[in-house]
């Protein structure tokens, strides 16, 4: 523009103008990326670290449920004892009535039941407690003695599930074991989660004679699994508030419908958020619909298919 130099000078403040915007636009889109690229390995790392520690506390559980599994073989090892020497108990007292003969076979059922650290105590088929071996006391902290004056000698007084009526009454009707958990209160105060399984001692006739009850100490495994269902909902509660923002992202089904009446959507996410999206935009001369498949699932799957959404808005 020689000679022009008004013009020169125009194009020039355009020129310029131009190349400022541009390089403020590439720079903002690079620390978007940035920000994006930090945003998902920083929840890919809590995401990782909130899986080992709930791997971490499967094991636990695992080992509890070991435990457990183990003190029910022993309880029921235990019961087969308790059963083969109460029924001589029944037989003899029938045979016999001495009282120094029940006394003996009392002490028969103490020895065998002495080295468990189960509770085991014995009930007459109303529920009113006979007999209660060492782990009774290791576990509630009472003597026998001083429960049955505290709480009542009749089991359906004094456990602490409030279904225990009902529990009862079908091991009497059923005439086999049955397994429930309540909470107990130790003479100490503390609170702990007993599991009972109840069996029915059978006599000669068919009837029931006794009611065999073993408690184990499940608290442990109780506060394990209360952690890990905490840790899962909070988990669950922060993706439903992502597929939230991911959703926000999606074009409005009203418009793709506007545009292909006979159109339909079919948006299933795997995990909640999901690693696919569905794409529209529309110009004066074209309509542009994609579905995209992007890598991963979940939460990484969910960042990506936003960054590629709105990269596909870029590119148009």
Not at 104 to 110: G, I, N, R, T, V
């Amino acid at each position: 523009c020689f000679g022009d130099a008004g013009n020169a000078y125009k194009y020039f403040r355009l020129y310029s103008d131009t190349k400022d915007s541009l390089i403020s636009e590439e720079s903002t889109r690079r620390v978007a990326e940035m920000q994006t690229k930090y945003e998902t390995e920083k929840k890919e790392l809590q995401i990782e670290n909130l899986n080992k520690d709930n791997a971490l506390k499967e094991t636990e559980i695992k080992k509890q449920k070991i435990l457990i599994y183990a003190s029910v073989a022993g309880g029921a090892l235990l019961i087969a004892f308790l059963t083969f020497y109460i029924r001589a108990f029944v037989r003899k007292k029938r045979d016999n009535a001495i009282i120094t003969q029940q006394k003996d076979e009392l002490a028969k059922l103490s020895v065998v039941a002495s080295e468990t650290d189960n509770s085991v105590f014995i009930m007459d088929s109303d529920g009113n407690i006979e007999w209660a071996n060492a782990g009774f006391t290791r576990l509630q902290g009472y003597t026998l003695q001083e429960y049955i004056e505290k709480s009542g000698k009749n089991l359906l007084l004094s456990s602490g599930n409030p279904e225990i009526k009902a529990i009862f009454k079908n091991v009497r009707d059923t005439k086999k074991s049955i397994v429930y958990e309540a909470m107990n209160e130790t003479k100490s105060g503390n609170k702990n989660w007993m599991q009972t399984t109840l069996t029915p001692i059978l006599n000669e006739k068919g009837a029931i004679s006794k009611i065999v009850a073993i408690d184990s100490n499940i608290t442990e495994l109780k506060k394990a699994e209360q952690e890990i269902k905490h840790k899962t909902k909070e988990i669950t509660d922060s993706i439903n508030y992502a597929t939230r923002i991911q959703k926000a992202i999606l074009p409005h089904r009203s418009d793709i419908w506007q545009a292909l009446p006979q159109s339909f959507i079919l948006y299933k996410p795997k995990d909640i958020v999901s690693g696919d999206f569905y794409w529209f935009h529309k110009t004066d001369k074209c309509i542009l619909i994609a579905a995209a498949d992007c890598t991963g699932h979940g939460v990484p799957g969910a960042l990506t298919s936003m960054i590629c959404s709105e990269k596909l808005t870029d590119a148009v």
